[in-house]
């Protein structure tokens, strides 16, 4: 008998960001949505070479928000913990 490979779960939420630290402006939610969409977002990342960060509650509110938004004071600590990851992926990538 063969077992079914698992499949990768889906995420409930997904929202991409983009940030630019010589912009005196807030990271910005450039796509955002639950669901099919989540999974869509998630995929078309994967497939451009973007590192996916999972946390679903910081999802969940950024998904809330919808895109176009910038990214609201209470959540500036989760949003910096994020990029502070893809900068970390960033650096190894680069030694």
């Known amino acids: 008998m063969h077992g079914r490979a698992k ?3 889906r995420p409930k939420a997904a929202a991409a960001l ?3 630290p ?7 939610i450039v796509a955002a949505g639950r669901g099919r969409l ?20 910081l999802a969940e509110a950024l998904a809330a928000l919808g895109a176009g938004r910038e990214v609201p004071p209470e959540l500036y600590r989760a949003v910096a913990e994020v990029i502070a990851w893809v900068y970390a992926l960033d650096k190894r990538a680069k030694t």
């Open 7 to 9: 499949e990768p779960s």
């Open 18 to 20: 983009a940030y630019d």
């Open 22 to 28: 010589a912009e005196d402006r807030a990271p910005r």
């Open 38 to 57: 989540a999974a869509l977002i998630e995929e078309l990342a994967r497939q451009s070479g973007v590192p996916v960060y999972r946390h679903g509650e």
